[in-house]
Structure formats: C-alpha cells, structure tokens
Nanobody, 124 residues
Framework: QVQLVESGGGSVQAGGSLRLSCAAS????????MAWFRQAPGKEREGVAA????????VYADSVKGRFTISQDNAKNTLNLRMNSLTPEDTAMYYC?????????????????WGQGTRVTVSS
C-alpha cells in the first residue's frame, strides 16, 4: 500500500508563490508516475503536472505551463510542485497521486493512490 501525504498549502496573494510537497511511503518503490491534481469548488478535478520517475520526464497542463514546476527528490521520496505567479484561478484543493503502470499522464482515473490533499487559496 502506498501512502501519500501532501503539505505546503496555504493562502497567498495573487502573484505570489507556494511550494507543495508530497511525501511517499517507503512501500512506493514500484511507483513510476507521480502527479499533482487540483479541484476547485464546483469544478471537476483536473491534472496539473505529472512526472515519470524513470527519466524525469514531465507534463504540464496548459494553464500552468511556465508557472509551475514539478520535481522529485528521490533521496527523500518526495514529489514537489513549485507554483509561481499564482492567480485566483489557481485556488483549489491540490492532490498528489501515484501509479506504477503506463497511461495518460494527467488522467486521474489511471491513478490508484491519492493523498488527502492540501488547500491553496489565492486572493486578488
């Protein structure tokens, strides 16, 4: 069983930055893909960014390209999301997700493991 724990959410003004982290349990040795998703109030969950651990390859949603950076710290079993130039439209609950198999990088239905989420609020 893979356990994921997010941290780093909070409130920030528009234009500010936040760094989210996702700590994975030691049993995640067979996890190859990790991703960040978000869900704003009244909206469907959407993929933000994903990373393939084998090559370090990354994918981003168009809405966050150039502003968000996903990265991994293998030594700490941690996935990070650096978010810059935040706007009120980035306000959402952010979730970390993981899987071992191949599939569409930002399709939430393909990820079996999820964290509990961390809230990000951006004020104008």
């Amino acid at each position: 069983q893979v356990q994921l724990v997010e941290s780093g959410g909070g409130s920030v003004q528009a234009g500010g930055s936040l760094r989210l982290s996702c700590a994975a349990s030691r049993s995640s040795y067979n996890i190859n893909y990790m991703a960040w998703f978000r869900q704003a109030p009244g909206k469907e969950r959407e993929g933000v960014a994903a990373l393939y651990g084998g090559t370090g390859g990354t994918v981003y949603a168009d809405s966050v390209k150039g502003r968000f950076t996903i990265s991994q710290d293998n030594a700490k079993n941690t996935l990070n999301l650096r978010m810059n130039s935040l706007t009120p439209e980035d306000t959402a609950m952010y979730y970390c997700a993981a899987r071992s198999h191949v599939g569409p990088w930002l399709d939430d239905k393909t990820y079996p493991y999820w964290g509990q989420g961390t809230r990000v609020t951006v004020s104008s």
